[in-house]
């Protein structure tokens, strides 16, 4: 629940991150309805899509990556390996989903929406949305403390610099 | 809070039947309290105690739905919470068997049924809630993190305590009149039972629930642990100026309980303010009104213990504190956990998890939250009136929206089913 080591108060950032980027989605698809394509000729719409783009590119794949290369095998040396068995089962629905909306928002910036790709963007990011917001949920109730049980401080601080450096990368 | 069903992984998420019969039996009794109170309506206006089926409704949402409600919760959230596992899950199943014929009878009892209905039954319930308070506290007692939710959850079990004991004496003394004060008794039993054991274990879970559907994190402000002593406090009072009838220690009791009151509100407040999910939807409109609720049922709990008006002032404490802040409150709260848990119930190899949404009907709810906050308000103006139709009204009100909290939780489990129970597609279906 509060994140109580460096790593989970990197991951924290990262959710606060992700929740501002689907939140902004959420307003834009709620703003825009399903019926009508927006006009990737507005500036506003431009900005939000290359924002999007931005955010499940780099951050998603980087996050993820981070967790199941780094953190979940040393939560597993540590004895618990369910933990990241769960998240990366969670993980490999999400990542998908995720890399639709991006091609889908990456295209549509080059070529605009018509109404069979806007409709695909919009199913996809509403998917995307409730399972990503639903993971985060679990990670920020289940793996921030999961860390703090069982993670020492030297662990948590190499963990944490080992992280700063994919996010300079 | 969800490293246990990731830490020993979901294995040890309890089977979905354990909450969920307790969740399914609260929103029968749920149903029959308000169509109860439809029939009976006109003897709500001036009701201060006695048996007829008022009491019966009274006891149905008190026992039958939030005792019922907070029973699945706690077995479903404390080891969530706690990290640690319940003793027993065979013994979270008997205090099922137990409570459920136990209640039937006992309401029956209070209906004008035959004494030993009431005897029998309440034995029964009585058993069932020391078997939760022995499951509670055994997890209970493992636990040195989580001070918040534990602090509460142990003021619960010693409250659930006071109120079984008060309660089995109210009905020995209604064969017998071995009560010096039956109305008083009742009093101390409705303040131990309404504050003390579920208002106990409704701020403790709040530690968990709103957090984790808010994304927020608690503050790390000492507010939360306050209230968990000047709560002791002013539910203690309660009780000993209900039985000494003491007006000035039942007006003390209600001043540190809206002291109690206002540290807890307090704490969700500053929750709430860190959250990263700002829609939140009908759920949480309840239970913020179920938070303004609180307040106001301490002060209409003062002006009772004055001994002003006792007809409108008694009937209308009883009403905001159960009716009011409980029932809103949980409803509110169940209608997000019920999904969840569900979503949570909902993979299997092949199967991705179900979308929350997916799972949730959302057309009943709405109708529920409208019926309900409508309920709330004709009967609780009826009170004040005295006008018994307003009441029955308020009830018919009710009863249509449990009737649709019902008929959303039918959906759920038919939706979850289904989910994994896919039918599988023909050939000639297959793309």
Same mark, same amino acid.
């Given at each position: ?169 | ?32 309290? #308000? ?61 099922? #068997? /137990? ?18 209905? !009431? =005897? ?61 004060? =039956? ?86 407040? /500053? ?30 709990? !003062? ?113 979850? =089913?289904? =989910? ?12």
């Amino acid at each position: 629940m509060t994140a109580q080591t460096q790593t989970g108060a990197l991951l924290h950032t990262d959710h606060v991150a992700t929740i501002q980027a689907l939140q902004s989605l959420e307003g834009f698809l709620i703003r825009q309805t399903k019926k009508s394509a927006p006009d990737v000729a507005d500036e506003a719409v431009r900005k939000a899509l290359q924002s999007l783009v931005t955010t499940l590119t780099n951050e998603v794949g980087r996050h993820f990556g981070f967790e199941e290369n780094h953190l979940f095998p040393l939560l597993a040396e540590r004895g618990e390996s369910g933990i990241g068995e769960f998240l990366k089962h969670e993980h490999s629905t999400i990542l998908p989903l995720a890399e639709e909306v991006a091609d889908t928002a990456r295209k549509a910036l080059d070529e605009g929406f018509d109404a069979a790709s806007w409709h695909r963007f919009y199913d996809a990011s509403v998917e995307l949305i409730e399972r990503e917001i639903f993971h985060i949920q679990k990670e920020e109730m289940g793996l921030l403390a999961a860390i703090g049980m069982l993670v020492d401080p030297a662990a948590d601080a190499e963990l944490a610099e080992l992280y700063r450096g994919l996010q300079v990368a | 809070m969800f490293s246990d069903f990731m830490l020993g992984a979901k294995s040890r998420l309890l089977p979905a039947s354990v909450p969920f019969r307790f969740f399914a039996t609260a929103l029968v009794f749920h149903i029959v309290a #308000w169509a109860t109170l439809l029939w009976s309506g006109d003897s709500v206006p001036g009701f201060i105690g006695g048996m007829g089926p008022a009491l019966a409704a009274l006891h149905m949402i008190t026992l039958g739905t939030l005792a019922m409600t907070g029973m699945g919760a706690a077995y479903q959230l404390l080891p969530v919470a706690t990290k640690r596992p319940l003793r027993s899950e065979r013994l979270c199943q008997a205090t099922h #068997w /137990l409570m459920t014929p136990g209640l039937v009878l006992l309401l029956w009892g209070f209906g004008y049924g035959p004494t030993w209905a !009431m =005897h029998a039954g309440g034995s029964l319930v009585v058993a069932a809630l020391a078997l939760f308070a022995f499951l509670i506290a055994d997890n209970l007692r493992r636990v040195d993190d989580m001070p918040l939710v534990t602090g509460h959850a142990w003021l619960a079990v010693a409250f659930l305590l006071v109120v079984a004991a008060i309660g089995m004496l109210l009905i020995v003394d209604f064969g017998t009149g071995l009560l010096p004060n =039956h109305a008083m008794a009742a009093a101390a039993h409705a303040v131990a039972g309404g504050y003390g054991f579920m208002g106990m274990l409704v701020m403790g879970f709040s530690y968990v629930l709103v957090p984790m559907f808010g994304l927020s994190q608690v503050p790390k402000q000492p507010y939360g642990r306050w209230s968990i002593w000047v709560s002791a406090a002013a539910v203690s009072l309660g009780v000993v100026g209900t039985l000494a009838n003491s007006i000035p220690v039942m007006l003390l009791a209600g001043l540190v309980g809206l002291a109690a009151a206002g540290l807890h509100l307090t704490m969700m407040k /500053l929750t709430m303010k860190t959250r990263m999910r700002k829609q939140l939807g009908g759920s949480f409109v309840l239970m913020r009104a179920g938070w303004v609720l609180l307040p106001v049922s301490i002060l209409a709990g !003062m002006v009772a213990a004055t001994g002003v008006a006792p007809a409108i002032a008694v009937p209308l404490f009883g009403f905001l504190l159960v009716f009011g802040w409980l029932l809103t409150f949980l409803v509110g709260a169940l209608q997000r956990i019920m999904p969840f848990l569900a979503s949570m119930h909902s993979s299997k190899p092949g199967i991705r998890p179900a979308l929350v949404s997916a799972l949730t009907a959302e057309a009943p709810l709405k109708l529920h939250l409208y019926c309900h906050f409508a309920a709330i308000a004709c009967i609780g103006v009826g009170i004040v009136v005295g006008q018994g139709w307003l009441v029955r009204g308020g009830a018919a009100a009710g009863l249509v929206g449990a009737v649709a909290f019902a008929v959303f939780a039918i959906d759920l489990w038919r939706r979850l =089913h289904r =989910h994994l129970n896919p039918i599988p597609q023909t050939a000639s279906e297959s793309p």
